[in-house]
């Protein structure tokens, strides 16, 4: 299982601080994410800023970055009110 | 270590665009360390729904201008020169910022968030950013060139801005004030790739790396 760590938006929206999913990859992540909470769709969970075991997934393979057992990703909405 | 921040203020230009919810409390909290001048550029006027958050909108001054506004009410207690310009950053108006020390980003829209982004590349200004999204915020320093803003919004678009309440953008242009001060001071430890997010409803802070 992959330890999915919600913040921000998404922290309050879905009220709760994680979940734990079977997922493969970032995108298939993000599917299941959007899937199960649908409050968020897919194309709008692509706008977050995305950490898979604290390193940007930006640096890694980006949605086809792939996940295994024990991963833990962070993942919010950058703010963008003043 | 309070000296040293006061005295690198001292003589420091600092611009703050946007005079709403996160700019009206960096005015005030600028304004209080009394820097050489302060700049204030926005081009909206207040209305009633601003008066939840927004720390110079009152029942007077809906309807006036936010900069001018801002003007009138830190012209009372600050030594600062302080210069109103009661319209919009634009492109081509950005040219004032020219010979500014630092810039404390108070937008509310990604479009203005970029346009300072280049500004900061093209007159080699360090940026203080700031945005607040109900109940949490995040800051950072955007150094020129670093194109921080870019890697923090890689799709050049965020979800909807919900509704916020008066103290989320106070903390959060707390910090940047902070952050700025210590920037000025040479005492700075937030790296340029880094942001701060705060999640006041679970107390939540955390430094991110981008």
Redesign the interface.
């Known amino acids: 299982m992959v330890k999915v760590e919600f913040f921000g938006i998404y922290r309050l929206s879905y009220k709760m601080s994680s979940w734990e999913v079977d997922a493969h990859s970032i995108s298939d992540l993000l599917k299941k994410l959007s899937k199960k909470f649908p409050v968020f769709t897919y194309k709008e969970l692509k706008n977050s800023v995305i950490m898979v075991n604290d390193v940007n997934f930006l640096h890694l393979k980006k949605y086809k970055t792939k996940l295994c057992d024990g991963d833990s990703v962070f993942i919010m909405s950058p703010a963008s009110g003043g | 270590m309070i000296d040293r921040i006061t005295q690198s203020i001292r003589d420091k230009k600092i611009a703050i665009i946007?005079a709403?919810?996160?700019?009206g409390n960096i005015i005030n909290y600028v304004a209080r360390l009394n820097p050489q001048e302060i700049h204030i550029f926005d081009g909206d006027v207040f209305c009633k729904s601003n008066l939840n958050r927004q720390l110079f909108c009152t029942n007077k001054t809906i309807g006036l201008n936010k900069a001018i506004c801002a003007h009138d009410a830190i012209i009372d207690y600050t030594l600062a020169k302080v210069i109103a310009y009661p319209h919009h950053l634009i492109k081509s108006n950005s040219y004032m910022l020219d010979g500014i020390d630092v810039i404390m980003?108070?937008?509310?829209?990604?479009a203005v968030?970029y346009l300072l982004q280049s500004i900061s590349d093209e007159y080699k200004i360090p940026v203080i950013h700031?945005?607040?999204?109900?109940?949490?915020?995040?800051v950072a320093i955007m150094q020129p060139d670093s194109q921080l803003l870019s890697?923090?919004?890689?799709?050049k678009?965020?979800?909807p801005?919900?509704a916020?309440l008066s103290y989320v953008?106070a903390l959060i242009a707390s910090v940047q004030v902070s952050e700025m001060a210590k920037l000025l001071a040479g005492i700075s430890t937030l790296e340029s790739d880094q942001f701060i997010?705060i999640?006041l409803?679970?107390n939540?802070t955390?430094i991110?790396?981008?």
């Not at chain 2, 709403?20 to 700019?23: A, P, V």
């Open positions: 946007g709403g919810g996160l700019g980003d108070a937008t509310d829209n990604l968030r700031g945005a607040i999204n109900g109940l949490y915020g995040q890697k923090l919004n890689a799709t678009k965020t979800l801005t919900g916020t953008p997010i999640d409803l679970t939540d955390r991110i790396k981008l």
